[in-house]
C-alpha cells in the first residue's frame, strides 16, 4: 500500500495565488523521508503558503502536490492521517489549560478518555511543562507554548510534521529546547519539513535544504553544497583608527582573495570569503584565511579592536544567489 | 507578580525530558472518532471555555431577564389591560426571542477562532469535517438551555402560568433547541466569511431586528397591516412561536410543530452546507 521509497512531499509546479500575488510560483520539491528538511527563504517567500498547502489547509491553483503519493486535493482526509502542523502562531487553545489542549487533540484523533490523559500527561512531562499543566496558555511564555504546541503535533506519532518557523521570537535557551526536540522527532523515523528565516537554524537541523524566494525554489541541495555555493562566511572588523581603513581593505582584498564591504560605521569593515575549498573542509579553510589576514593587518601595524568570523547571513546567502538583498513580500 | 515571574523561570528551565525518545516511540494510532464523538470533544472545549471565562453566561441570564421585565412592564398595560394577563401572551415570546438572538454569538465565538492558530490544526486533524463546528453549537445550546431556564423561573415568579404543564414548557424548549441548533449554522457561516467580530454582530443585528419583532412575539398580527402580515406569516419566528405557544398552553398544534421541523431541516442542509464550504476553502 505504501511505497517506501516515494518521498514524503513531491510538488510540480505548485502556484497558489492571493489576489494579484503569486504566492507560489511554480515550487517544485522533493522532500526525501526520515529527514530534517529546511526550506529556507525571507518573509514573503512563500514557505507559509507552501507549508499550509501540503497541510490540506490551503487548495493550491495550479501544479501537483503529493504527500506519500497522496494528492493533497484530491485524497486530502488521507494526508491529515499522516501529518501534523506546528503552525508559525502557536497552534493551541489559549483559553485552556496545557492539559486540556494535549486531551482535546487526544480525544480528536480517537484515544479514549484515560489513554488520552495518561498520554498528554506523559507528553507535558517530557516537555517539562507538568508545573503548568494546570494553567491557561495565555499565561505562557513564547517557548513554553512553542513546546506545547509540538507536544499537540507528536500525540499521536506523526510520518510527517510541519514546523513553520518553529523559533521565530524564542530566546535562545528555548530555541536550543526546541532544537532538541527537533532531533530526537527525526531520529524516531519522522520525517520533519522546517520552514526558517535562519541560516543556522537550517544548518544546526536539516541535512537537506530548498532555499525559496518569491515562490520559487531558487538553490536547493545538501548542507555543504549549498553553503559553498554562497562562500564560506564573512569577517567582520572594527579597527582603532578610522584612517587606517583604506590600507586595511587593501590587505584583506589581496590576503583573503575577498570582497570586501565597507560599512557606514567608519572603523567597520566586512569581508566575504569565498569558497576555500570543497565540502566540510571549508569551515576551517575560513579560519585559517581569517586568521592569516588578522596577521597580515598586524604587521603592516593596523590595530584590529574587534574580530569575529560570521556565517554567511541569510542576506549573504540572497545576495550570492540572487544578486540582490532579500526583498520583504507581502504573503508571508 | 515577582513569585509569579520566578515560578516561570523555573517552567523554562525545566529541562526537556532525556528519555525525549521514549515518548516519541511511534505508538499504534488508535481508530479515528465517530462523528459524533468528535462534535462532542469539540463541543467540550466550548464548555471548557465557558468554565475558564464565566463572565460569558452574562449575557445568557441578565439580558433574557431585562427583556421580560422591559417589555412586560412596557407593554402589558397598554395591550392587554395588565401586565399579567399580557405576560400569558409574551413569555413563550419572549423565551423565543431571547434565545434566537443569543445564537449570534456562535458566529462571533467562529470568527475570533479563525484568526487564531488553533484553527488550523483543527483543520489539518483527520476527523469529521464539520465536528469543530457542530462543536460550537453543541456547546452554544447550553447556553440556551440556561438561558431558557432563566426566563422560565423569571416569568414564574412574575406571575405566568402554562396550562400545557410541565410537558408542555419542555417540548417548548425543546422545539426551541431544535430550532436554534439549525439557524445557528446561519452565524457559523457569517462567521468564516465576515472579515471581523464587529460586522458578525453588525449584520446579525440587521437579521435578528426584524426577524423578531416583525413577528407575533409582542402584538397580535391581526393589528398589523396587510403587507407586514404577509411577512409575519412567512417568518419562521412567527411559526416557532406560534408552536411554543400552543405546547406551553397545552392545545399542540401539529402543523406548527411541524413547519418547524421542516424549516429547521432546510436551515441545517442549505445554512450547514454553505458553512462546510467556507470551512474547506478557508
Known amino acids: 500500500m505504501d511505497n517506501h521509497d516515494e518521498p514524503a512531499v513531491e510538488t510540480a509546479g505548485l502556484v497558489k495565488l492571493f489576489g494579484e500575488t503569486r504566492a507560489l510560483d511554480g515550487l517544485d520539491l522533493t522532500v526525501p523521508r526520515g529527514i530534517v528538511y529546511g526550506v529556507l527563504g525571507p518573509n514573503g517567500a512563500g514557505k507559509t503558503t507552501a507549508v499550509r498547502v501540503l497541510a490540506t489547509l490551503l487548495r493550491p491553483d495550479g501544479g501537483e502536490a503529493l504527500v506519500f503519493g497522496k494528492d493533497v486535493r484530491r485524497q486530502a482526509d488521507e494526508v491529515r492521517g499522516r501529518v501534523s502542523l506546528t503552525g508559525q502562531?502557536?497552534?493551541?487553545?489559549?483559553?485552556?489549560?496545557?492539559?486540556?489542549?494535549?486531551i482535546l487533540i487526544g480525544r480528536l484523533l480517537g484515544h479514549r478518555r484515560h489513554a488520552a490523559r495518561d498520554r498528554a500527561a506523559e507528553l507535558l512531562e517530557a516537555f517539562g511543562l507538568t508545573p503548568a499543566a494546570d494553567r491557561q496558555v495565555k499565561t505562557y511564555s513564547g517557548g513554553m507554548r512553542r513546546r506545547l504546541d509540538i507536544a499537540a503535533s507528536i500525540l499521536s506519532t506523526p510520518d510527517l510534521l510541519f514546523l513553520d518557523e518553529p523559533t521565530t521570537g524564542l530566546d535562545p535557551r528555548s530555541r536550543n529546547q526546541v532544537w532538541d526536540i527537533v532531533r530526537a522527532i527525526v531520529a524516531q523515523g519522522t520525517t520533519v519539513l522546517l520552514?526558517?528565516?535562519?541560516?543556522?537554524?537550517?544548518?544546526?537541523?536539516?541535512?537537506?535544504?530548498?532555499?525559496?524566494?518569491?515562490?520559487?525554489?531558487?538553490?536547493?541541495?545538501t548542507k555543504g553544497a549549498l553553503k559553498a555555493s554562497v562562500g564560506v562566511g564573512a569577517v567582520h572588523l572594527r579597527l582603532r583608527d578610522a584612517e587606517q581603513r583604506a590600507e586595511a581593505a587593501e590587505i584583506l582584498r589581496s590576503a583573503l582573495d575577498a570582497q570586501v564591504i565597507l560599512d557606514h560605521d567608519p572603523v567597520a569593515i566586512t569581508a566575504r570569503i569565498a569558497d576555500g575549498g570543497g565540502d566540510g573542509g571549508t569551515e576551517r579553510g575560513a579560519a585559517e584565511q581569517a586568521s592569516r589576514a588578522l596577521a597580515e593587518l598586524g604587521r603592516s601595524e593596523i590595530v584590529v579592536d574587534t574580530f569575529s568570523l560570521g556565517q554567511p547571513s541569510l542576506d549573504e546567502v540572497f545576495l550570492a544567489l540572487t544578486d540582490r538583498p532579500a526583498t520583504e513580500g507581502s504573503a508571508a | 507578580m515577582t513569585t509569579a515571574r520566578a515560578k516561570d523561570d523555573e517552567i523554562e528551565l525545566a529541562p526537556v525530558a532525556e528519555n525525549l525518545a521514549s515518548v516519541l516511540v511511534a505508538k499504534e494510532r488508535p481508530p479515528r472518532p465517530s462523528a459524533l464523538s468528535a462534535s462532542i470533544t469539540f463541543g467540550w472545549r466550548a464548555v471548557l471555555k465557558i468554565k475558564h471565562v464565566p463572565e460569558q453566561l452574562f449575557d445568557v441570564t441578565a439580558f433574557p431577564i431585562m427583556m421580560t421585565l422591559m417589555f412586560t412592564y412596557l407593554f402589558g398595560g397598554a395591550l392587554a389591560g395588565s401586565t399579567t394577563e399580557y405576560l400569558q401572551y409574551l413569555l413563550p415570546g419572549i423565551l423565543v426571542t431571547s434565545v434566537v438572538m443569543i445564537t449570534m454569538y456562535t458566529g462571533v465565538a467562529?470568527?475570533?477562532?479563525?484568526?487564531?492558530?488553533?484553527?488550523?490544526?483543527?483543520?489539518?486533524?483527520?476527523?469529521?469535517?464539520?465536528?469543530a463546528m457542530v462543536g460550537y453549537i453543541l456547546g452554544d445550546l447550553l447556553r440556551y438551555v440556561l438561558a431558557s431556564t432563566t426566563i422560565m423561573v423569571i416569568g414564574l415568579i412574575l406571575g405566568y402560568r402554562p396550562d400545557g404543564g410541565i410537558v408542555g414548557v419542555l417540548a417548548a424548549v425543546g422545539l426551541l433547541m431544535v430550532f436554534s441548533f439549525a439557524f445557528s449554522w446561519v452565524w457559523t457561516m457569517f462567521g468564516l466569511f465576515m472579515r471581523s467580530e464587529k460586522s458578525v454582530m453588525g449584520v446579525s443585528m440587521l437579521v435578528l431586528f426584524p426577524l423578531t419583532f416583525l413577528s407575533n412575539v409582542f402584538v397580535n398580527p391581526k393589528t398589523m397591516p396587510g403587507w407586514l402580515q404577509s411577512f409575519v406569516d412567512?417568518?419562521?419566528?412567527?411559526?416557532?412561536?406560534?408552536?411554543?405557544?400552543?405546547?406551553?398552553?397545552?392545545?399542540?398544534?401539529g402543523g406548527e410543530i411541524l413547519w418547524v421541523l421542516v424549516a429547521s431541516a432546510v436551515l441545517t442542509v442549505v445554512f450547514g452546507t454553505l458553512t462546510m464550504r467556507l470551512y474547506n476553502r478557508k
Open chain 2, 110 to 131: 467562529v470568527n475570533t477562532d479563525i484568526e487564531k492558530g488553533v484553527f488550523d490544526r483543527f483543520r489539518s486533524l483527520p476527523v469529521w469535517r464539520p465536528a
Open chain 1, 89 to 102: 502562531f502557536a497552534s493551541v487553545d489559549e483559553d485552556l489549560t496545557g492539559m486540556e489542549n494535549l
Open chain 2, 234 to 253: 412567512v417568518n419562521p419566528i412567527t411559526h416557532l412561536v406560534a408552536a411554543c405557544r400552543s405546547t406551553m398552553s397545552g392545545t399542540w398544534d
Open chain 1, 195 to 221: 520552514t526558517t528565516q535562519y541560516l543556522d537554524e537550517a544548518d544546526q537541523l536539516a541535512s537537506r535544504i530548498a532555499v525559496i524566494d518569491n515562490g520559487k525554489v531558487i538553490a536547493e541541495g
